[in-house]
């Protein structure tokens, strides 16, 4: 009996060093936004840890970091950030974290749209709408996994190529299911300008009273100038964004009379059980609820 307690605890101890051992050997990976994590999560498999700093359902533009964020990152190997200034807090966390890891600027090699703001040339940071930026997203991510562990780069490259055939039939089936959209139906109203590249890359118009970033408001005269925008352009639906404050687009809606089509997930996923759990999902959600909604009667 005693020998048998013995053997179960020397089992025990040995399982447990397994696991901690495993983990120990894991990447460990910080990304800004869960759409960036799970990028990160679909290359790297179960050689990596990934720690998403703004949560599912999370605004990015205006997210505070939190003192937990600080050790995650003086902790971790690699950071991936999206870049073209969407994490404006994002410089003061790395300097104050003393990262020693390798950076990685998942929209590096993207041709960046830009926009004029307060008389301010600004670049659009949401480059991930359209999945072919999403593919040098992951492109990026799979170089800086294999430079940090080689050991595994075949590994990296294989599950990469696969996660990237994935995104190229994506885009290729977004841009025939817009097609099949008449045209003058594809102009939509959202909260912000988070659909800029969806829209140059499959051919929709999108109009939004906030801007490039949530954190401006807009003022009386833009709103309406809005309305009269939409009205002359006959937009007749709207969308809310999962992420953030919804509002000014419903009374945007109420004020000129479009209907609202539903919740587009613009720069966060949704939570495991909702409809955007990864970033294919998620992009395969807002292309099927636009065209259901734009082809609507
Ligand atoms: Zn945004």
Redesign the pocket.
């Known amino acids: 009996m005693r020998m048998k307690r013995i053997i179960m605890m020397i089992v025990t101890g040995l399982l447990i060093g397994t696991i901690q051992n495993a983990q120990a050997n894991t990447i460990k990976i910080v990304a800004t936004h869960s759409i960036l994590g799970d990028m990160a999560q679909q290359v790297g498999g179960d050689r990596v840890q990934v720690t998403t700093l703004v949560r599912v359902d999370r605004d990015?533009?205006t997210y505070e970091p939190t003192p937990a964020d600080v050790r995650h990152l003086r902790d971790a190997k690699i950071v991936i950030m999206n870049g073209l200034g969407l994490e404006g807090w994002m410089d003061r966390l790395i300097s104050s974290s003393g990262f020693q890891g390798k950076l990685v600027v998942a929209s590096k090699g993207v041709t960046p749209r830009t926009m004029t703001e307060d008389d301010q040339t600004i670049p659009d940071?949401?480059a991930w709408n359209n999945a072919a930026n999403g593919m040098i997203y992951v492109h990026n991510i799979i170089q800086a996994l294999v430079e940090t562990d080689p050991e595994q780069a075949q590994s990296y490259r294989s599950r990469g190529d696969r996660y990237l055939e994935e995104l190229q039939q994506l885009d290729l089936w977004a841009s025939r299911t817009m097609q099949a959209v008449p045209v003058q139906k594809r102009k939509v109203l959202i909260s912000?300008d988070?659909f800029g590249y969806f829209g140059d890359a499959y051919g929709l118009t999108f109009l939004s009273p906030l801007g490039?970033?949530?954190e401006s408001e807009p003022s009386a005269g833009e709103i309406a100038q809005l309305i009269k925008q939409i009205r002359q352009e006959k937009i007749e639906v709207y969308f809310l964004e999962s992420s953030n404050d919804p509002r000014i687009v419903q009374q945007l809606g109420k004020a000129t009379g479009a209907r609202a089509g539903g919740t587009l997930f613009?720069?966060a996923l949704s939570g495991p059980s909702g409809p955007a759990p990864n970033y294919a999902q998620m992009f395969r959600h807002n292309v099927e609820q636009l065209k259901k909604v734009m082809l609507a009667p």
């Open positions: 990015p533009h940071p949401h912000h988070a490039i970033s949530t613009v720069e």
